[in-house]
Protein backbone atom coordinates (compact mmCIF):
# COMPACT_ATOMS: atom_id res chain seq x y z
CA UNK A 1 0.00 0.00 0.00
CA UNK A 2 2.60 2.26 0.69
CA UNK A 3 4.15 2.21 -2.92
CA UNK A 4 0.79 2.85 -4.32
CA UNK A 5 0.25 6.03 -2.23
CA UNK A 6 3.45 7.49 -3.19
CA UNK A 7 3.01 6.89 -7.05
CA UNK A 8 -0.83 8.30 -6.47
CA UNK A 9 0.68 11.46 -4.99
CA UNK A 10 3.25 11.88 -7.72
CA UNK A 11 0.60 11.43 -10.05
CA UNK A 12 -1.73 13.69 -8.72
CA UNK A 13 1.17 16.49 -7.90
CA UNK A 14 2.14 16.18 -11.10
CA UNK A 15 -1.06 17.05 -13.15
CA UNK A 16 0.04 20.94 -13.40
CA UNK A 17 3.00 22.03 -14.25
CA UNK A 18 4.99 24.75 -11.80
CA UNK A 19 4.03 28.35 -13.00
CA UNK A 20 5.71 30.36 -10.90
CA UNK A 21 9.78 31.30 -11.02
CA UNK A 22 9.85 29.47 -7.91
CA UNK A 23 8.67 26.33 -8.58
CA UNK A 24 9.80 24.69 -5.22
CA UNK A 25 6.54 26.21 -3.71
CA UNK A 26 4.34 25.23 -6.40
CA UNK A 27 5.63 21.54 -6.26
CA UNK A 28 5.40 21.73 -2.26
CA UNK A 29 1.86 23.35 -2.83
CA UNK A 30 0.44 20.54 -4.97
CA UNK A 31 2.35 17.85 -2.74
CA UNK A 32 0.45 18.80 -0.01
CA UNK A 33 -2.96 18.73 -1.89
CA UNK A 34 -2.63 15.47 -3.31
CA UNK A 35 -1.44 14.05 0.09
CA UNK A 36 -4.69 15.31 1.58
CA UNK A 37 -6.77 14.40 -1.12
CA UNK A 38 -5.42 11.17 -1.22
CA UNK A 39 -6.44 10.93 2.72
CA UNK A 40 -9.48 11.48 2.08
CA UNK A 41 -9.98 9.51 -0.44
CA UNK A 42 -8.16 6.68 1.47
CA UNK A 43 -9.12 7.46 5.35
CA UNK A 44 -7.70 4.02 6.71
CA UNK A 45 -4.17 4.92 5.68
CA UNK A 46 -3.99 8.16 7.91
CA UNK A 47 -5.37 5.56 11.21
CA UNK A 48 -2.78 2.73 9.67
CA UNK A 49 0.18 5.29 10.05
CA UNK A 50 -0.96 6.85 13.01
CA UNK A 51 -1.73 3.42 15.19
CA UNK A 52 1.45 1.93 13.75
CA UNK A 53 3.28 4.44 15.54
CA UNK A 54 2.58 1.95 18.69
CA UNK A 55 1.61 -0.79 16.86
CA UNK A 56 4.42 -1.44 14.37
CA UNK A 57 7.25 0.53 15.35
CA UNK A 58 9.48 -0.99 13.23
CA UNK A 59 7.51 -1.04 10.20
CA UNK A 60 6.51 3.06 11.66
CA UNK A 61 9.54 4.08 11.63
CA UNK A 62 11.02 2.46 8.02
CA UNK A 63 8.01 4.45 6.60
CA UNK A 64 9.46 8.05 8.04
CA UNK A 65 12.46 7.19 7.28
CA UNK A 66 11.52 6.55 3.50
CA UNK A 67 9.70 9.85 3.45
CA UNK A 68 12.44 11.75 4.80
CA UNK A 69 15.03 10.11 2.61
CA UNK A 70 12.71 10.97 -0.17
CA UNK A 71 12.37 14.51 0.35
CA UNK A 72 15.70 14.70 1.46
CA UNK A 73 16.81 14.18 -2.40
CA UNK A 74 13.91 16.14 -3.63
CA UNK A 75 15.33 19.39 -1.74
CA UNK A 76 18.92 18.85 -3.01
CA UNK A 77 17.32 18.72 -6.44
CA UNK A 78 15.54 22.26 -5.60
CA UNK A 79 19.43 22.92 -4.40
CA UNK A 80 20.58 21.84 -7.56
CA UNK A 81 18.50 24.17 -9.68
CA UNK A 82 19.62 27.18 -7.84
CA UNK A 83 16.33 27.35 -5.26
CA UNK A 84 16.95 27.24 -0.86
CA UNK A 85 20.44 28.90 -1.44
CA UNK A 86 20.34 29.98 2.43
CA UNK A 87 20.36 26.16 3.32
CA UNK A 88 23.28 23.84 3.41
CA UNK A 89 23.54 20.34 2.36
CA UNK A 90 23.56 19.39 6.23
CA UNK A 91 20.45 21.25 6.88
CA UNK A 92 18.41 19.17 4.24
CA UNK A 93 17.07 16.54 6.65
CA UNK A 94 16.10 18.53 9.71
CA UNK A 95 14.64 20.89 6.75
CA UNK A 96 12.85 18.14 5.81
CA UNK A 97 11.65 16.68 9.23
CA UNK A 98 9.90 20.01 9.64
CA UNK A 99 8.05 20.16 6.95
CA UNK A 100 7.11 16.97 7.01
CA UNK A 101 6.02 17.39 10.96
CA UNK A 102 3.92 20.69 9.53
CA UNK A 103 2.06 19.03 7.41
CA UNK A 104 1.12 15.90 9.19
CA UNK A 105 -0.57 18.39 11.60
CA UNK A 106 -2.09 20.33 9.13
CA UNK A 107 -3.97 16.75 8.17
CA UNK A 108 -4.65 15.98 11.36
CA UNK A 109 -6.32 19.21 12.02
CA UNK A 110 -8.18 19.25 8.92
CA UNK A 111 -8.92 16.07 7.86
CA UNK A 112 -11.78 15.17 10.34
CA UNK A 113 -12.88 18.66 9.51
CA UNK A 114 -13.29 17.80 5.93
CA UNK A 115 -15.72 14.81 5.32
CA UNK A 116 -17.33 15.80 2.28
CA UNK A 117 -14.78 17.68 0.66
CA UNK A 118 -11.18 16.17 -1.16
CA UNK A 119 -9.88 19.68 -0.81
CA UNK A 120 -8.18 21.04 1.44
CA UNK A 121 -9.74 24.74 2.80
CA UNK A 122 -8.09 27.49 0.75
CA UNK A 123 -7.43 29.29 4.29
CA UNK A 124 -5.08 26.59 4.91
CA UNK A 125 -3.65 26.29 1.87
CA UNK A 126 -2.88 30.16 1.80
CA UNK A 127 -1.12 30.22 5.48
CA UNK A 128 1.07 27.22 4.57
CA UNK A 129 2.36 28.89 1.26
CA UNK A 130 2.96 32.49 3.01
CA UNK A 131 5.06 30.09 5.91
CA UNK A 132 7.06 28.32 3.35
CA UNK A 133 7.86 31.47 1.24
CA UNK A 134 8.58 33.09 4.18
CA UNK A 135 10.69 31.22 6.01
CA UNK A 136 12.60 29.45 3.30
CA UNK A 137 13.54 32.07 0.75
Known sequence: FGINYIVRVKIIAAINPPKNKFPFFDVEERGVKAVFE???EHPWFWRLLNEAEIEAPNAWAQHHKEVISRYVRFLKRVQSAGELKRY???ELGTLAQMLVATRD???RCHL????????IPVSVMRTYRKFIESGLR
Open 105 to 107: YIY
Open 38 to 40: YLI
Open 88 to 90: STQ
Open 112 to 119: PMNVGSKK
